[in-house]
């Protein structure tokens, strides 16, 4: 597959702004602020009302694709209930409301969306990489932040958050699909600087993923293989 693509995606909405994807322990926090409100932190920097969430050390496994400083990095996942197991086929299917909702809101296509949540966390909600990003499309915490995600582990705010983030990228180099999918992966920073998709081979077997589970997802093929 050419890592170049001339599918343009209709861009609709104004330029927002993100943080990019920083480096990151693996624990997570959650912080309750002074109003009653709530946010997740992979670092508190002497925060109050902390506790954590999430160990870097609780029960290592695979997990979807960490960004290319990470390659190879195992992940972790927060206990899980029989219906979100990973073995369960029902839960490709279980979010469909929300990943049509975020399709809608931010203009992108739904079969691309379900990509990117195919890829990043083969549709765990729990996930969470040793950088530090979490749930179904594998979100750091500042990019949470920046997207208005309170709970990254929401199935819910997580695909809102992260598709927003998508329709940033988006927006940000033309609507070029590849290149959005590669700053998803890379960070805007990398594929500005290499005026493309990044010689990273990490970000380029990620493009080459999410792309094929796209064109799959819009003819109507559930894949079975990652």
Same mark, same amino acid.
């Given at each position: =597959?050419?890592?170049?693509?001339?599918?343009?995606?209709? @861009?609709?909405?104004?330029?927002?702004?993100?943080?990019?994807?920083?480096?990151?322990?693996?624990?997570?926090?959650?912080?309750?602020?002074?109003?009653?409100?709530?946010?997740?932190?992979?670092?508190?920097?002497?925060?109050?009302?902390?506790?954590?969430?999430?160990?870097?050390?609780?029960?290592?496994?695979?997990?979807?694709?960490?960004?290319?400083?990470?390659?190879?990095?195992?992940?972790?996942?927060?206990?899980?209930?029989?219906?979100?197991? $990973?073995?369960?086929?029902?839960?490709?299917?279980?979010?469909?409301?929300?990943?049509?909702?975020? $399709?809608?809101?931010?203009? @992108?296509?739904?079969?691309?969306?379900?990509?990117?949540?195919?890829?990043?966390?083969?549709?765990?909600?729990?996930?969470?990489?040793?950088?530090?990003? =979490?749930?179904?499309?594998? @979100?750091?915490?500042?990019?949470?932040?920046?997207?208005?995600?309170?709970?990254?582990?929401?199935?819910?705010?997580?695909?809102?958050?992260?598709?927003?983030?998508? #329709?940033?990228?988006?927006?940000?180099?033309?609507?070029?699909?590849? @290149?959005?999918?590669?700053?998803?992966?890379?960070?805007?920073?990398?594929?500005?600087?290499?005026?493309?998709?990044?010689?990273?081979?990490?970000?380029?077997?990620?493009?080459?993923?999410?792309?094929?589970?796209?064109?799959?997802?819009?003819?109507? #093929?559930?894949?079975?293989?990652?």
């Amino acid at each position: =597959m050419h890592l170049r693509s001339t599918l343009r995606l209709t @861009l609709t909405l104004a330029t927002l702004w993100v943080g990019g994807h920083g480096v990151a322990r693996a624990d997570i926090y959650e912080c309750r602020r002074a109003d009653g409100t709530t946010h997740y932190t992979n670092a508190p920097s002497g925060e109050r009302n902390c506790r954590v969430v999430v160990h870097g050390s609780d029960r290592p496994r695979s997990a979807a694709a960490d960004r290319p400083a990470m390659e190879g990095a195992e992940a972790f996942t927060r206990p899980i209930n029989a219906n979100e197991r $990973s073995s369960d086929p029902a839960r490709y299917r279980r979010y469909d409301a929300y990943i049509r909702e975020a $399709s809608q809101l931010y203009q @992108l296509p739904e079969a691309f969306v379900r990509a990117v949540v195919r890829v990043e966390s083969d549709f765990n909600p729990n996930v969470v990489s040793n950088a530090g990003a =979490m749930g179904l499309m594998q @979100l750091m915490p500042q990019t949470a932040r920046s997207m208005g995600v309170r709970d990254p582990f929401d199935p819910r705010q997580n695909i809102l958050g992260g598709t927003r983030y998508l #329709r940033v990228l988006a927006n940000s180099f033309n609507g070029d699909l590849v @290149l959005t999918v590669a700053a998803y992966n890379a960070g805007g920073g990398a594929v500005t600087r290499y005026r493309g998709v990044p010689p990273y081979a990490e970000t380029r077997r990620y493009v080459q993923r999410v792309l094929r589970h796209y064109y799959a997802y819009r003819a109507g #093929r559930v894949e079975t293989q990652r």
